[in-house]
């Protein structure tokens, strides 16, 4: 945008942006207004329209741009404009009142802590903003104070850690003016909340955020009148219905103390704060009641994150100084924790997950049996309790859907009871289980979901178990007809769960299979038998190859089952991790004819030239998804130059996915499918399919350089690794290569091309690295190595976690072959080629890896490109610390000005911690100490 807009054209856009019905005016002005933002000139457009104040929607979008600008190109303005923006600002604030929408109050408010924490020239901005407003805006001025800290903790805004903790110091020296302004607010609006809630709830929030950052310290606030009045809150007596807290009042001031108790593992030398804290939280038991009397669920979930805050905190002491004669006195929390467990609502039982999680990881750890007995109780009860949440409605028909908040919920369920199951023991789990399905009178609903804990335990019950587990089984087997169509879904899962102990109980085999292939053509519970039945193929394959007729033909009709695709590829690993164990010559039929199962209907609609549907059996996907499974399951152990009984139904499969590629080639998403079916394919029979890789390399490179779908190139990689090995194949592949370079180079150039095409940096550097660690010497020669190199060190700042590991990893094979495999005749050669490359970029890359940290890439993608620099330090130690020292000189020094910046002496403790180092930990927490300097 080369000019700025008149005022009176903004606000028609917005305007047209949010009342016009017109939906492509609609997207034409906001495509219009996403150009403004970005411009330099919405910085002027933004105040106008601040000043104007000619209707909500126009001051909103001026708040959210002044905001957004200042956020994310305050770098646009030159300092001798940083006051008067300022003043601005704080103008516009100070001109907010009861009736401006609080959305523009958080706007400008937000806009105001950035600018703030931007402007080192503004100093004791806490001080200035209470001196100003204070008096007459105590709401913007409660909003700014709030965010300040919470933007400060974000890094949502680059700062660098030496301007953050600049800042902290400052709202330091400043919290004891923050907490006598928020004592004199409390005390001002408290008296009469009713008129003031909003007020009342910024008072709360506005001292969590400060707490919650280390800016106020907890020395004596034990007596705060913020944290008693948040404690009044949650102890408030109802009296008759009219008298309620506001919902959000009474949160703030559960999160104000959670964010005390949170703090209180840090620093765990406060007792006054612990006791006052412990002491009021536990005697908010009757509240807790009270809400639940009063169903009121968002005060029970309070009161419940409350107990379980404390529970966490308190967790490790509890543990620690526990013993069968005495344990700790904040036990007792626990019970409050599964009072709340215990709630109506499973919503309420679910916020406490995390702290069984975290129990059961510390009892496992100390692996102390008589430790763990001590809290054998607790889970006990929570297991019980849980069970009684996993209860579906009495009057409930049929299964319950996928996506179905209860059905995630049971899933989580699941997994808890998995994690802590050993505290009671599984076999005791499931025993009582199977007691509470014989209690008499017991409803459906109960019994499923006994059953469905019993499967969540099933496969830690020793498979020498012979009192229960036999009951259950006969019990499944014997189901009655008329059995809630939930209770045989459950039950026929449970069966696939107890697949270790009917392996070591093959007498119970051929029934249970009898039974759950009788169970695969009724709807809903077919679902379920494919399950089992996958799993037990899967665990039980030493004893199913003489099944493999009947299960072939049982799946000739499994499309005719009410069951999904998933539960019929499930199905086929099942089948093809049973073929696997097959004798060799048994397994080429059985195999062809499971295949061709798949590859018959692809035939069929090439051949008919149907247009394919998405998700149905027109679509080549479904069934090359199918094939994938097949092949990527049939695990045959052959001795070396033993013929592999699996390829002859390969090379009759690959004329029909030769055909594929032809017939679907200008379609990524079959051309994906096609590929990992090849993939599995040439896994399948490592390199005894020699015969069709001329027809394999041909037609992926000719439809690439047509289309430039990655997956080929991610074909060409697992070629690489089948048949580099292989002298005769290494020149073929390296043309292969060859070809694949120009169409790659051509995509990867456009502008932002690396960025819009990440999956082809993914599987083109896999490609190459692959080649480095199969066939090193005869790729590093190649002739295009150089071009192969330029575009790794571009893509080292691509900030995508697959394909900069792919980049990371070319690159630490491109130096570990210059020092490993010593005793390889070509080494000397692959170390000359090596030292060559890197005396020409050796620095270019070094500096493109700090830059890349630096500002472009996630702390967790710091690990893999500290990787590449311990392999350089073990190469070239002394090389690399010269290319390190001056990499780190052209990142940013504070004394050149600005606030994103390190100084030179932080800078030389990174060099020499890096430079010091052989681990890659190490380096890995140097070059995040770099990164937060600049962010």
Not at 58 to 77: D, G, N, V
Not at 748 to 766: A, I, S
Request: glycine share 4%; hydrophobic share 40%.
């Amino acid at each position: 945008m080369d000019q700025k807009p008149s005022t009176d054209l903004v606000i028609s856009a917005v305007s047209a942006l949010y009342n016009n019905p017109n939906r492509t005016e609609k997207e034409r002005a906001s495509q219009w207004l996403l150009e403004l933002q970005k411009s330099v000139h919405a910085w002027t457009v933004a105040d106008e329209l601040l000043h104007l104040k000619r209707d909500l929607e126009s001051c909103y979008f001026a708040a959210q741009t002044m905001r957004t600008k200042i956020h994310q190109s305050f770098h646009e303005l030159p300092p001798e404009v940083h006051n008067s923006l300022r003043d601005s600002l704080l103008e516009h604030i100070s001109q907010i009142n009861e009736g401006t929408s609080t959305v523009i109050v958080t706007q400008l408010s937000l806009a105001l802590a950035d600018l703030a924490l931007q402007m080192p020239s503004w100093q004791r901005v806490t001080l200035d903003l209470i001196n100003r407003f204070s008096q007459n805006n105590v709401w913007p001025l409660l909003e700014v104070l709030t965010v300040l800290p919470e933007e400060l903790e974000s890094r949502s805004v680059r700062l660098g850690e030496n301007r953050r903790v600049e800042v902290l110091e400052d709202m330091k020296f400043c919290a004891p003016t923050v907490t006598e302004f928020l004592k004199h607010c409390s005390i001002t609006y408290g008296n009469n909340w009713q008129d003031h809630v909003q007020i009342n709830v910024k008072i709360l929030r506005c001292f969590t955020s400060w707490v919650s950052v280390g800016a106020i310290s907890l020395n004596d606030l034990a007596d705060n009148i913020v944290i008693n009045r948040a404690f009044e809150i949650l102890n408030f007596k109802v009296e008759d219905d009219k008298q309620t807290i506001a919902g959000a009042f009474h949160e703030a001031a559960t999160d104000c103390i959670c964010t005390l108790v949170h703090c209180l593992e840090d620093n765990n030398n406060q007792l006054a704060l612990e006791n006052y804290l412990f002491n009021n939280i536990l005697n908010l038991e009757v509240p807790y009641h009270m809400s639940v009397a009063n169903e009121d669920q968002g005060k029970s979930m309070d009161y419940c994150r409350l107990f379980t805050e404390l529970a966490e905190s308190f967790l490790e002491k509890i543990i620690s100084n526990s013993t069968p004669k005495q344990m700790h006195y904040a036990v007792k929390i626990l019970d409050l924790v599964l009072i709340c467990v215990g709630h109506h609502d499973y919503e309420v039982a679910e916020i406490t997950f995390n702290l069984w999680y975290v129990l059961s990881e510390e009892l496992y750890q100390k692996n102390n049996k008589e430790l763990t007995e001590l809290f054998r109780p607790y889970v006990e009860r929570l297991i019980t309790a849980l069970c009684r949440h996993c209860q579906m409605e009495p009057d409930y028909e049929g299964l319950i859907e996928d996506g179905d908040e209860f059905k995630d919920f049971r899933s989580k369920v699941s997994d808890l009871i998995k994690d802590v199951v050993f505290i009671v023991g599984s076999s005791s789990c499931f025993r009582q289980m199977f007691i509470n399905l014989q209690a008499p009178g017991v409803t459906w609903d109960a019994s499923e979901a006994a059953l469905f804990v019993m499967q969540a335990v099933a496969k830690n019950v020793l498979p020498t178990e012979n009192e229960v587990v036999p009951k259950v089984v006969e019990a499944i087997l014997n189901v009655p007809e008329n059995t809630h169509i939930a209770v045989k879904y459950t039950s026929v899962l449970l069966l696939g769960e107890l697949c270790e102990w009917i392996e070591k109980h093959p007498n119970t085999l051929d029934p249970i299979l009898n039974f759950l292939v009788c169970c695969l053509p009724q709807a809903g519970v077919g679902a379920a038998a494919a399950v089992a039945l996958q799993n037990i193929c899967a665990c039980c394959n030493d004893h199913m190859p003489r099944h493999i007729p009947i299960l072939l033909q049982l799946l000739h009709q499994v499309d005719t089952f009410a069951i999904t695709n998933h539960a019929v590829i499930g199905l086929l690993r099942g089948v093809a991790s049973i073929i696997g164990r097959m004798p060799h010559s048994e397994m080429t039929g059985a195999l062809r004819e499971l295949c061709f199962m798949q590859l018959n209907p692809v035939c069929h609609l090439i051949d008919h030239d149907i247009v394919p549907v998405n998700g149905t059996k027109t679509d080549p996907v479904l069934w090359l998804d199918r094939l994938s499974a097949i092949l990527r399951h049939v695990n045959v152990n052959v001795a070396n130059g033993e013929f592999h009984p699996c390829k002859p139904v390969i090379l009759d499969a690959w004329p029909v996915l030769s055909r594929t590629f032809d017939k679907y080639q200008s379609d990524i998403r079959i051309m994906e499918r096609c590929c990992r079916a090849v993939r599995f394919m040439l896994r399948c029979v490592s390199q005894q399919v020699r015969e069709i890789l001329e027809s394999l390399v041909g037609q992926i490179i000719r439809i690439y350089s047509i289309y430039k779908h990655s997956c080929f190139l991610y074909v060409g990689s697992i070629l690489v690794d089948e048949y580099a090995t292989d002298m005769s194949c290494i020149q073929g592949l390296l043309d292969m290569l060859q070809a694949f370079l120009e169409p790659t180079f051509q995509l990867l150039q456009e502008e932002n091309g690396l960025r819009n095409h990440p999956d082809t940096v993914d599987d083109f550097f896999r490609l190459c690295a692959r080649f480095m660690q199969r066939a090193p010497l005869s790729f590093l020669q190649c002739s295009s190595i150089v071009h192969i190199l330029q575009c790794a060190l571009t893509a080292t700042s691509l900030d995508h976690k697959e394909a900069n590991t792919s980049v990371m990893k070319f690159l630490y094979d491109l130096i570990n072959q210059g020092q490993s495999g010593r005793s390889q005749p070509n080494y000397q050669e692959r170390k000359l080629v090596v030292r060559r490359i890197f005396d020409e970029y050796g620095q270019q890359l070094v500096t493109n890896l700090l830059h890349a940290c630096v500002f472009y890439l996630q702390s967790y993608m710091l690990s893999e490109v500290a990787d590449v620099f311990v392999q350089l330090l073990d190469f070239d130690r002394e090389a690399t610390g010269k290319w390190l020292a001056n990499g780190l000189d052209t990142l940013p020094k504070q004394s050149n000005g600005g606030i994103m910046a390190a100084t030179p002496q932080q800078l030389n403790d990174i060099h020499v911690t890096i430079t010091r180092s052989s681990m890659s930990k190490t380096v890995t927490h140097a070059l995040k100490d770099l990164t937060r300097l600049y962010r």
